[in-house]
């Protein structure tokens, strides 16, 4: 056992502002290491203490290990939670705090590692039962190569860099003739993104469902399952909409995916919490894709449906507690969805916006949570990523909790900043995302016609 | 309130600062940053200096901290053996190295902004500081 009194939050925005709360109901001291460009963050305002450990550029701030490292010394902090994004999937950081006694409340180095090599992890996941999309034999070195393997996997397909993920280093070919260009266009990009232009080819499943399954194992080999979510409303491969359950999901399908989510897992002794992601085709096949090994964006469906709040259990499995459930025990129930509102201008190809935030009005009442770092006269930095706020909205039922987003969504204002709040009242709207039968480029489809 | 309050204190911070120079008269903006700094001959010593222009480094006179340029440990000496780069009371000119600010091995010079004389060191030797925590003061070279 480890105990941890003091926190540092290595991260910024909502989520930031979510691990301080967290903190705070656990008794845990919280110190938020923030960048100039967030002096006067919301989660600066919260926490027991703020280190201001660089400027505004990421590089020199929130991904800056010894940066980090320095803040816990000066500040006593024994832990560090790092959120999502920024150094949260980073072996090296989470190895560093390691070596200087600091608790990483994540999984270990070795699994983020495994997991952040893609190859890898696809070989790891086929070993332990995992179905997965045909694909090249490891990464792929040069156009002949390239062409050889796409013979044998067949069109469209997608290239992914072995060191991308979220959507990030990815491109899809639909003719042969576009494979060459795609492929070279995926190095260098994957070359300036994670200065790793290792590349490697998988099938492509145009009209799919993106399923995720959350895991949290304790370091006593005890593994559950808290459900899935459905991701499907993305757009270039970003998330904007999740939901639990998954709406379209037969029963047989749904234990399935939670059961090889929980056999993954198992088969590679992992640790804390962790999402197995899915694309499921149209004739109900899922293959894995990727596993995120951190605390991610939509967590607070899971942890609605659930009762667990998942940021906790992440402390409690790294300070060496062990679940006090089994397989079973926490059965979700109902029904909640998140919309993610972007400081993004749809009218100008979805442009990320700045601005000072004016006429806040955050919705409330029976079912709903937001997650967000706004207030009157917050500032937009234009350096980091888009994330306002979530809303997430809680029923019994999917038509319940849709009603319960539309009320939100009517009651949301925030003037000075342009958001995609529109986007998602279109959504609801939309005869293919009400009927929970959508699949991916339903975003899309609904952004084109409009301005 | 909070905010007025901030507002009044830095200024008495700032009337501290001047007191005993040559510095007639101040006048300060907050956003875009307009500093006026008048001398008691009339001359200005600053006037309407941007935000862009003090990022480009645009002489700077008086009374000031120098800052941690990122976060590390202080060091006021270049080794442990050797005298400190500076103390309080010694004259130092702009660009003068006046500490180490080491990061993970790596040796940081810290350098004095303007000319002045040092008034205080702000931070034990061996601290950990964080990004431009004021590391020493600096005060008016006097009429030379």
């Known amino acids: ?451 | 309130m909070a905010e007025l309050h901030d507002t009044v204190e830095a200024a008495a911070r700032l009337l501290d600062l001047i007191r005993g120079t040559d510095v007639r008269r101040l006048r300060l903006a907050v956003d875009d940053v307009r500093i006026d700094v008048e001398r008691d001959d009339g001359t200005p010593a600053i006037t309407q200096v941007t935000s862009a222009e003090m990022a480009g480094g645009a002489e700077a006179v008086g009374t000031g901290a120098v800052v941690a340029p990122l976060m590390g440990v202080f060091y006021q000496r270049p080794a442990p053996d050797q005298p400190p780069f500076v103390e309080v009371g010694q004259h130092v000119h702009a660009g003068q190295q006046v500490a180490i600010v080491e990061a993970m091995k790596s040796m940081n010079p810290v350098v004095a902004d303007r000319d002045g004389v040092v008034a205080r060191i702000c931070v034990a030797d061996g601290e950990v500081v964080e990004f431009e925590q004021p590391l020493l003061e600096l005060a008016p070279a006097g009429s030379g």
């Open chain 1, 1 to 451: 056992m480890s105990a941890v009194r003091r926190m540092l939050v290595g991260n910024r925005g909502e989520i930031a502002v979510r691990i301080v709360r967290t903190c705070r109901d656990l008794g845990i001291e919280s110190v938020v290491a923030h960048s100039t460009a967030d002096r006067g963050s919301l989660a600066v305002e919260l926490a027991d203490r703020a280190v201001h450990i660089g400027p505004a550029p990421a590089r020199r701030s929130y991904t800056n290990i010894p940066a980090l490292l320095y803040a816990c010394a000066k500040t006593g902090a024994d832990a560090v939670h790092p959120g999502c994004g920024f150094l949260s999937e980073d072996p090296l950081f989470a190895a560093a705090c390691g070596e200087v006694g600091i608790t990483f409340v994540g999984p270990s180095p070795k699994h983020i590692a495994l997991m952040g090599n893609k190859v890898d992890a696809r070989a790891a996941m086929r070993a332990g039962g995992v179905p997965v999309l045909p694909a090249s034999d490891g990464p792929v070195d040069g156009a002949y190569e390239a062409r050889q393997a796409a013979g044998d996997i067949g069109y469209p397909l997608i290239v992914k860099a072995v060191a991308g993920g979220g959507g990030r280093g990815m491109r899809v070919v639909h003719r042969p003739e576009d494979l060459v260009p795609a492929y070279e266009d995926t190095r260098a990009t994957a070359r300036t993104l994670f200065q790793d232009d290792r590349v490697y080819l998988e099938r492509y499943v145009p009209r799919g469902r993106h399923i995720e399954v959350q895991v949290l194992a304790d370091s006593f080999g005890n593994v559950i399952d808290l459900g899935e979510r459905d991701c499907t409303v993305q757009r270039r491969h970003q998330k904007l909409v999740e939901e639990s359950p998954a709406p379209s999901l037969g029963d047989d399908l749904r234990r399935r995916l939670r059961r090889v989510a929980v056999a993954g897992a198992e088969s590679i002794g992992y640790v804390s919490a962790g999402t197995f992601e899915f694309i499921v085709t149209d004739d109900g096949e899922p293959y894995f894709i990727e596993m995120n090994t951190r605390l991610q964006v939509e967590h607070p469906i899971t942890e609605e449906r659930t009762g667990l709040d998942l940021v906790e259990w992440m402390i409690r499995i790294a300070r060496g507690e062990a679940l006090p459930f089994g397989p079973g025990d926490v059965e979700p129930s109902g029904h909640a969805v998140e919309v993610r509102i972007n400081a993004e201008d749809a009218g100008r190809d979805w442009a990320g916006s700045t601005g000072r935030v004016r006429g806040l009005r955050l919705p409330a009442g029976p079912g709903i949570r937001v997650d967000s770092h706004l207030y009157d006269g917050y500032e937009v930095p234009p350096f980091y990523d888009s994330l306002l706020a979530k809303i997430i909205a809680t029923g019994p039922t999917r038509e319940v909790a849709l009603r319960r987003m539309d009320r939100a969504l009517r009651e949301f204002r925030c003037d000075g900043v342009v958001t995609n709040a529109a986007f998602h009242r279109t959504l609801l709207r939309d005869p293919g995302f009400a009927s929970g039968d959508y699949r991916l480029g339903i975003a899309e489809s609904l952004c084109s016609p409009q301005p």
